[in-house]
Nanobody, 124 residues
């Protein structure tokens, strides 16, 4: 069973940066596609970014493209989300997710394992 633990959330002013981390255990990390999703109060969970097992392929939501960067370190079983130029609308609980393979990697429905989430609050 894969276990995921997010960290790095917090309170930041608009225009600032945060780096989220997600540490994985209990599985073969290097064989997993990893994703970041977020959910704001009263809203549906939404896709943020995903990265292939090798790190060679990434996909971003239009709302974060050019501001967020997903990366991974397979030697440390960790995936990162570097968030720059943060906006108030980026405020949400951010979740890390993992799957062996996904027909639609931007859909949370295809991910098997989820972390508990980390709160990101951007003040305007």
């Amino acid at each position: 069973q894969v276990q995921l633990v997010e960290s790095g959330g917090g309170l930041v002013q608009a225009g600032g940066s945060l780096r989220l981390s997600c540490a994985a255990s209990g599985g073969t990390f290097s064989r997993l596609r990893m994703g970041w999703f977020r959910q704001s109060p009263g809203k549906e969970r939404e896709f943020v970014a995903t990265i292939s097992w090798s790190g060679g392929s990434t996909i971003y939501a239009d709302s974060v493209k050019g501001r967020f960067t997903i990366s991974r370190d397979n030697t440390k079983n960790t995936v990162f989300l570097q968030m720059n130029s943060l906006k108030a609308e980026d405020t949400a609980v951010y979740y890390c997710a993992a799957v062996s393979s996904a027909t639609k990697p931007t859909s949370g429905a295809f991910y098997d394992h989820w972390g508990q989430g980390t709160q990101v609050t951007v003040s305007s």
